[in-house]
């Protein structure tokens, strides 16, 4: 899997259809839900997010995991 932060203003349906998203609103968001979003790929992300910082699954856990960090904690991590 390959996650990707990008900013919720920036996300368009062709990236959302890429990636294992079914909605814009579906996605984890950062806690103030219209800043940033996790698209997440389970395969290589289309060329429209080439420009963003690519993470592994240890990479985003640690992110989300952050408890000075800013994103919307789910119960089960696995489920990024």
Do not use: C
Not at 27 to 44: A, H, M, N, P
Request: charged share 20%; net charge negative.
């Amino acid at each position: 899997m390959i996650y990707v932060i990008i900013p919720r203003d920036e996300v368009t349906q062709v990236m959302i259809d890429a990636s294992m998203g079914q909605s814009l609103d579906g996605l984890r968001s950062s806690v103030y839900g219209s800043d940033r979003v996790i698209l997440k790929f389970s395969s290589t992300p289309p060329a429209s997010v080439s420009s963003y910082t690519h993470y592994t699954l240890t990479q985003i856990k640690d992110i989300i995991n952050d408890p000075d960090g800013d994103w919307i904690p789910f119960e089960d991590v696995d489920d990024v």
